[in-house]
């Protein structure tokens, strides 16, 4: 599977002493960009990590006892199919480490580790994971959209729901939910669907993952819209790993022109792994104060993960509701610019979640749904497709658009220089010693 350029690469280290684990990671800082290290000190564990977490690069140390090399490479190949393995060997070792090349293992590195053998050996399998196909041609790659709000109650939801059903008919193109509000899920009831297939089917599944498989797991709904649903909450028993995230995200871009995702709290590592993916990050708040208070805190965690301001567009709710904050008053609280307002009808709002038939498609001349289209408008122009195929067709019904209807009245993004407190640290180590 092809490394995405938004992913952090993860490198599995297995070895009984943690003192490689540093030393590989005083190699790769500063070397190696966007990476993390997972380390385990027992065969049996990485083992289960290498299924878990699905690593772009394992590591093996021959320093694990009553471990045979060459039988443990093999196990590991058999776990994740297609990863690159290396074997760090000592100098006098060197049959060994031929039982293991022969056992599956793409090579081998003696020690003491040298950091330029180490970063090659590393960079090289990288560059093989990211180059094209010469057979073949650029894949294009779906969008991606996050949806997430400081708080629950904001409309988040519906206008995530009504922009796929929008992108479905406007854009003409294929779309796919996932629902990762994993403590509150809603999609289900929003749309009226009603499917025992989750995200919790694809979890154990993960070092098979193809598109075949993704669909038979996908909820259909009438607008042609595909979905992704989240189990009841409880079921999972955690929240699920920055990995597994970002191989779900993968496979969805390579399969849908856009992906849409409802995102919902805590902003944990999960809703991190999700909103690294993001081409855009849509950020929906009601025009009140308590709200701009979250709102702002929200907007710093963002920053200081590095996220740019340029990704974040803020979507005022009930813009035009009676005694709510304006506009240009929210711009100045929060010192960032609105990217688009949609009209306050929340009877309409509330009749269509409970009838899981969204407004743009039960009441199409509504303010609300004309709202609605405008801001699908707005993106299929600020999002265009990834490949020149599609980029010609996206010209052409964008000047056709033009022509037969003329500018739309759409509030455009004024980005205004925002300084992060801080930015997305490019190494981290995790350790998993048992």
């Known amino acids: 599977m092809p490394l995405m350029e938004y992913e952090t690469i993860r490198i599995l280290l297995i070895s009984a002493h943690e003192s490689m684990r540093d030393q590989v990671q005083s190699i790769l800082q500063g070397r190696l960009a966007n990476h993390r290290i997972y380390w385990v000190s027992q065969s ?3 083992l289960r990590r290498t299924e878990e977490l699905m690593p772009h690069l ?4 021959t320093d694990l006892p009553a471990t045979p090399m060459s039988y443990f490479v093999r196990e590991l ?11 760090l060997i000592e100098p006098d070792a060197l049959s060994e480490a031929s039982q293991a090349v022969l056992a599956g293992a793409r090579g081998f590195i003696t020690k003491p580790l040298r950091p330029d053998d180490l970063v090659s050996s590393i960079q090289e399998v990288l560059r093989q994971r990211q180059a094209p196909q010469e057979d073949k041609p650029a894949q294009p790659m779906g969008r991606v959209i996050v949806f997430c709000a400081p708080k629950g109650g904001t409309g988040r939801t519906t206008l995530a729901v009504n922009t796929a059903v929008g992108l479905a008919q406007k854009a003409g193109e294929s779309v796919v939910m996932i629902d990762a509000d994993l403590a509150a899920p809603a999609l289900d009831v929003a749309l009226n669907l009603q499917s025992a297939r989750t995200i919790a089917n694809l979890l154990p599944r993960l070092s098979r993952l193809d598109e075949e498989l993704v669909r038979g797991v996908l909820a259909r ?3 042609g819209v595909q979905v992704l649903l989240a189990p009841p909450p409880g079921v999972l028993p955690q929240s699920i790993p920055l990995p597994q995230v970002q191989q779900i995200v993968a496979t969805l871009r390579r399969t849908f022109a856009w992906v849409i995702v409802d995102l919902g709290l805590p902003m944990n590592e999960t809703a991190y792994a999700f909103l690294d993916a993001a081409d855009r990050i849509v950020l929906s708040i009601l025009p009140e104060m308590v709200g701009l208070r979250n709102t702002r805190l929200m907007l710093g965690q963002l920053y200081e993960r590095g996220y740019p301001e340029g990704k974040i567009w803020l979507v005022v709710n009930r813009a035009t509701l009676a005694g709510g904050v304006k506009p240009k008053d929210i711009e100045g609280h929060l010192d ?4 688009f307002t949609i009209p306050d009808d929340q009877p ?3 009749h269509a979640i ?5 407004a743009i498609l039960s009441h199409r001349r509504s303010a609300l749904a004309r709202g609605y289209r405008q801001f699908v408008q707005k993106i299929i122009a600020e999002l265009p497709p990834t490949d020149q195929e599609g980029r010609l067709r996206h010209a052409a019904r964008a000047s056709l658009v033009e022509r037969l209807l003329g500018k739309q009245p759409v509030r455009q993004w004024r ?3 925002k300084k992060a407190d801080g930015l997305r640290a490019a190494s981290t180590v995790e350790g998993n010693d048992g």
Request: glycine share 12%; hydrophobic share 45%; no cysteine.
């Open 415 to 417: 980005a205004r220089p």
């Open 44 to 46: 049996d564990l990485g």
């Open 348 to 350: 309409l709002a509330t």
């Open 221 to 223: 709904h009438a607008s």
């Open 354 to 358: 409970n009838r899981g038939v969204p």
């Open 336 to 339: 960032i610019s609105v990217a």
């Open 77 to 87: 190949g058999s776990r994740a199919p297609g990863v690159p393995i290396f074997v």
């Open 58 to 61: 394992i590591l093996v140390n």
